[in-house]
């Protein structure tokens, strides 16, 4: 154990630090699923049978049966790891594979795999950018786009989220720069709508900036063939650079890539410092995200099955008399202003079989607490009908709903 006063002085003060989030109301505790992932779960130490409405398992691919036995093979044909960085010696013919897999699902010309979207968006911006350029954030970014570009020296404009009118400005302000980069999510995913591309890059064109845009909650469903918000907003050779995951409709895995102009994934690849010095991607996860993109390069129907569930839920709801915030994204936050209302809702949710989240401040603004639903192509129609019985029953006795 541990011992001395230095190891005693910061026990204390983490106690009182773990004392003080306790206090705040904003402990994050962790169910444990004693299942597979998926729309019914069974949960440790509770009932079998559980619907299942927080994960971004959106195409159900997390424990589909062709999924996993790909997985399976990889796993025996390339071993368990790489025990190595890809420029070392973890470079497979399987990691060459998907990388251009995903650039032609993409229709760019290059990717590269790191082992999250988040190392993708913490390795981007310092490769990229230097103190003579400048990058515009949306105000309502992703932790790890925020957390990227801090670790870079370009200089730095945060503009109202999805605000166009701020945009345009910023932009005039940064045309001093050598170069510009508009930075946002392609959807966001607590309030589940999805950025004007059309427009960003309408004012991109105007003032000479690039277009980088985070797909997390997009690739695989938005857009008439699922390749992501640039596809659904009709601006597939507008958006220069796009990171995303694997680890939430493709397969649900892990796993992150940036896709884009060959120059900058060579460039990647030769100074990004989370693909430089982190152990490559593990074959069983390869194998998954490489059937998910395969599966979905065949047929559009699970992404078309998800939108119908999607349709479904948000139209119930609305009619229930609930307000359900975005549009058409499978992210469905029902709105409820009060954290306290969230938080019982959720919980009661729970007691009748529906596992769902409740957010409030900080993660989301003071007063507009919500309850977070995820539509998955998984859950039946059954399924969303008896979250919507259950919702109407809580709100009824919590006051949500006349
Ligand atoms: N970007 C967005 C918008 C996300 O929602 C997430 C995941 O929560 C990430 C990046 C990080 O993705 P990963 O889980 O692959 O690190």
């Known amino acids: 154990a541990a011992s001395g006063a230095a190891a005693a002085q910061l026990r204390r003060r983490l106690e009182s630090e773990l004392e003080d989030i306790r206090g705040a109301g904003t402990w994050k505790s962790e169910r444990v699923i004693a299942s597979r992932q998926g729309p019914h779960l069974r949960l440790e130490g ?109 200089n730095k404009y945060r503009y109202k989220h999805m605000d166009m009118q701020d945009l345009e400005a910023k932009l005039q302000d940064a045309q001093k720069h050598r170069l510009r980069l508009v930075a946002t999510d392609g959807a966001f995913s607590m309030d589940g709508d999805i950025a004007p591309l059309r427009e960003i890059c309408q004012l991109a064109q105007k003032y000479d900036a690039l277009v980088f845009i985070d797909e997390c909650h997009a690739t695989g469903f938005l857009g008439p063939n699922g390749r992501g918000t640039d596809e659904l907003l009709g601006v597939m050779d507008k958006v220069t650079i796009i990171n995303s995951t694997l680890g939430k409709a493709l397969g649900g895995a892990a796993g992150g890539y940036t896709t884009g ?65 975005g549009k058409d994204h499978p992210i469905c936050p029902v709105m409820l202003g009060d954290a306290r209302l969230a938080a019982v809702m959720a919980e009661d949710m729970l007691n009748r079989g529906i596992y769902v989240i409740g957010f409030s401040y900080p993660v989301v603004p003071k007063g507009k607490a919500r309850i977070r639903v995820q539509i998955s192509a998984v859950h039946s129609d059954e399924d969303i009908d008896r979250c919507v019985e259950a919702f109407t029953e809580v709100g009824r006795k919590h006051g949500a709903l006349p």
């Open 261 to 325: 102009p060959k120059p900058l994934i060579d460039l990647l690849r030769q100074r990004s410092r989370p693909y430089l010095f982190s152990n490559s991607l593990p074959p069983a996860v390869v194998g998954c995200a490489s059937k998910a993109l395969d599966l979905l390069m065949e047929s559009n129907a699970i992404a078309q099955s998800m939108a119908a569930k999607t349709q479904r839920f948000r139209s119930k709801m609305t009619a229930a008399g609930f307000t359900i915030s």
């Open 46 to 154: 509770g009932g079998a049978g559980i619907l299942n409405f927080c994960a971004n398992n959106y195409l159900g691919l997390s424990s589909h049966p062709e999924v996993i036995r790909a997985a399976v093979e990889a796993l025996e044909k390339f071993g368990a790891g790489l025990s190595s960085v890809r420029f070392i010696c973890g470079t497979q013919s399987i990691h060459k594979d998907l990388e251009e897999k995903i650039a032609r699902f993409h229709q760019r010309e290059d990717a590269i795999l790191y082992a999250s979207c988040f190392d993708a968006n913490a390795g981007i911006f310092e490769a990229l950018l230097t103190p003579e350029d400048a990058v515009l954030s949306d105000e309502l970014n992703h932790a790890s786009i925020i957390d990227g570009i801090r670790l870079c020296k370009a």
